[in-house]
């Protein structure tokens, strides 16, 4: 299974030039915890999360209406590509401490968005599945 | 296995009466994304979350450090105790969208903090060892 195939469907994304604002509301109306910030040229140039709200933007010290969220996206940030495989997306966030990767093609542009959720669910159903061939072995 | 067994190490929490803001900074000083909220008889009266920063403080309309954190925690909270299946708990938390449930005593005293990535991931150990089992039995 491609980590393509594990994420939830159409990636949530805004550009470099909205307002925080607008990228915390993607976040509200989508039920997502993380957003792809995109660029001019359409590559994905950050990520912008919930941590990333909780650090930059919670104690109030800053509007986000007046900010842009390239002031306060996470950058550079980790990504993967359709050759990445499962083992290798979750030891990157594992080590990073991130819970989301975002998946681009070769020219950086997104395809997707990899929850360390839809990873571990994607492991526990091909564990079920061997599980299951292992023991219609034995019966 | 015991689901107070797949929690983390203790629990973050805050008093009621505490204020928003140190219960954000508690949430970053522990690099976690949840609260619990205790009330004068040190029972659980609320969790605080990464996603009700989102919803109630990220646009700034109001200031973390003059609101309590019982203005803006989630209440009432699911809960579950000792005696709650892994099953159980992962199956509150896929319906309600929970990440997070506190597990309590009888007293409604807080023992740990369980999220939905500690659950999913003793599934992983669980199946793993199965599988292992299920293969030596083959071999």
Redesign the interface.
Known sequence: MNILDMCDSEAASVPVEATA?RA?RA??DR?V?AVAVIDESLRVAGIFT??D???R????E????KLSVREVMTTPVEMATRATTAAEALATMVER?YRHLPIVDDDGRLLGMLS??NL??A??DT??R??DQ??S??L
Do not use: Y
Not at 57 to 60: F, N, R, T
Not at 62 to 65: G, L, M
């Open positions: 604002e915390i976040m509200l039920h915890g919930e941590r709200v909780l650090r933007l919670s104690l109030g800053r509007d986000p209406r401490h360390i959720r571990l669910q492991q526990i564990l079920t061997q599980l292992a023991r072995v034995v």
